[in-house]
């Protein structure tokens, strides 16, 4: 099962692709996730990308695209994967699509996860992250055991630099832009399905089982 998430930033992409991966026991592939993580560790890939996240800009195709094609080759991918946050443009639509197409392979769903954005400046100022095992929480909708601390796995959890209200509203521009005619992609390839993001995080989670099946 080839799964991609599609929505604004906020929309829960990360929250319900986390659900998904519980369920059917395949990997999260978030580049968002895997960004932060070489940002924290300091790498060449994370200092290149940390000037674009900061201003809420994507990072350019070259330095994700052949990150997640090599990614979806491993062994645990092979009976599927979710993809979060990638593809952002048609270009790296298009480069997933070739690279799959290679192998005979292709996406099964790419469900967008619909959300306002009005909406999305209050999920945003009360998320909180964690970077060590990437789960997603929120202070008031999402409320993690003790505050601060990782239910998970016990880490330390952060407000993401890319979490304050100008730096969101930037995001959302670039996403109507640069990621939203992907929607149109994938519905072409008849692979769309939408759900309501703005329901509570396990009815939108219910209808997403709906549409993978249980
Ligand atoms: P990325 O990390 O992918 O950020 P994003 O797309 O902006 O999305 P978010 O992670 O902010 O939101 P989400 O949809 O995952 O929502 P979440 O589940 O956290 O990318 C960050 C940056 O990296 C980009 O700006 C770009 O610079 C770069 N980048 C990454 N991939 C790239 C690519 N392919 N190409 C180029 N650049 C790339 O939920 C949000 C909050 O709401 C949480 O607090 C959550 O608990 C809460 N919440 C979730 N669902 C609900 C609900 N139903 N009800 C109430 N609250 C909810
Ligand atoms: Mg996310
Ligand atoms: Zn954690």
Redesign the pocket.
Known sequence: MKII?L????????????MICAKYNIPHI???????ANIKNNTELGQK?KS??D???????E??VDL?VDRVKTDDCKNGYVL??????IP?AEALENALKASGENVDYAID?E?PDENIIK??S????CVTCGA???????PTKVEGVCDKCGAELII?D??KPETVKN?LA??HEQ?QPLIDFYADRNVLKEVD?????E??FDAIVAILGA
């Open positions: 998430m929505g604004a930033p906020g929309a829960g992409k990360g929250t319900q692709a986390d978030s580049t968002g996730d895997i960004f932060r990308a674009y996240m201003q809420g800009l994507l990072v350019p195709d330095l994700v997640v979060d946050g990638f593809p952002r443009t790296q996860v959300v999920r945003m009360g998320r909180r992250a997603t929480y929120h202070v008031e909708f999402a993401r890319d979490d995001r670039v996403y990621t993001g703005t329901k509570k995080l009815e939108v």
